[in-house]
């Protein structure tokens, strides 16, 4: 992480603990929006494009983005830099073209080697981790936003007039229905298997883990009588439980201990997942192998570095991508 801009060498990719061995992620630091001027600019799509979106495909609060980006049709609009999968000392980092993972950038084509420098070009003392997504603004050389939430209603809302799609990931009827459903699966599963992964205590484990499994029973429920999780359309609340199921056979199962059921072992979730997969900007954005590499690169929890060679999902068998 930063500390006043400079890079800690001894790093650790396990974020914060309380006493009781509580994992503890922290609030993102960037907060801004689009100017008048950014509008303007975005829509003139000169050669130069004004605004740019870092992200990991590992990451499921970056693919929050990439996913609202696809289904608005904002992909000509806001080029997208995919760092390589695994997490380094020197955090999320461009691998040159002959070692680039397969649906990565190479770093020739980019102006920074390192995510943290995005962080000290915007705020030279900057003290944080340096996280993915990341909307730059490519002309004032500046972080706009660095929380995915924040990031998807930018796109939904401030970026409206660009849509080439008439879906609203937040439609005014439904915001409140949306806020209830978000926060009821924010805390005990999408950051849930998180607490159960990075617990640094037993009771701080099955805490967490008591509530990840609550918390599927419950929405197994709600989807046995539901297609999506509020109302009859896509919000931006399918985004959100979506990049944690699928993210929970693949990583959390095994790497974060989270192994009482898998997905494929609800009906309802199953058939949840198999419908959000055959929309293509569920699945484009979806990378097993990136997935399954950058979980597994966090020393931490995995000093080998082995990466698992199964499981063998379904959703994934037609959807083998190769950049
Ligand atoms: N609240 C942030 C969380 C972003 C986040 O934690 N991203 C992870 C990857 S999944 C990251 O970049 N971690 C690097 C680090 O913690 O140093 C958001 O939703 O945008």
């Known amino acids: 992480m930063l500390v006043n801009g400079h890079w800690q060498k001894k790093w650790d990719p396990v974020q914060k603990t309380d006493n009781e061995g509580r994992f503890l992620r922290q609030n993102s630091a960037f907060k801004g929006s689009l100017s008048e001027h950014h509008l303007k600019k975005i829509s003139e799509q000169n050669a ?66 390192y995510i943290h420098q995005l962080y000290t070009q915007s705020d030279q003392n900057y003290t944080g981790r340096a996280t993915v997504p990341v909307l730059w603004d490519t002309q004032e050389q500046i972080i706009i936003n660095n929380e995915s939430e924040e990031i998807l209603r930018i796109f939904n809302t401030e970026l409206r007039p660009l849509h080439q799609s008439e879906l609203d990931l937040y439609p005014e009827n439904f915001q409140q229905a949306i806020d209830a459903f978000n926060n009821s699966i924010y805390h005990t599963l999408n950051n849930g298997v998180y607490r159960a992964g990075f617990a640094t205590s037993q009771q701080a484990y099955e805490e967490a883990f008591a509530e990840v499994f609550s918390t599927l029973e419950t929405l197994e429920k709600h989807f046995t009588r539901q297609k999506f999780a509020v109302a009859d359309q896509l919000t931006e609340s399918d985004i959100r439980l979506f990049v944690t199921l699928i993210r929970f056979d693949l990583a959390y199962y095994g790497l974060f ?38 979980y597994y690169s966090v020393k931490a929890l995995n000093p080998t570095g082995i990466v698992p060679k199964g499981p063998d999902l379904k959703w994934f068998k037609e959807s083998v991508k190769t950049g």
């Open 48 to 113: 130069e494009p004004a605004i740019k979106l870092y992200v990991a495909y590992i990451c499921p609060w970056a693919t929050r983005t990439l996913i609202a980006r696809s289904l608005l049709g904002l992909e000509k609009y806001i080029p997208v830099s995919v760092v390589a999968p695994e997490i380094t000392d020197f955090g999320w980092h461009f691998a040159p073209s002959d070692t680039v993972f397969p649906g990565s950038t190479a770093a020739e084509n980019e102006e920074i080697e």
């Open 257 to 294: 201990k989270t192994n009482l059921k898998r997905i494929a072992d609800y009906p309802a979730l199953s058939a949840y997942l198999d419908r959000l997969m055959q929309v293509p900007a569920f699945s484009q954005n979806t990378w097993p192998d990136h997935i399954k590499a950058g």
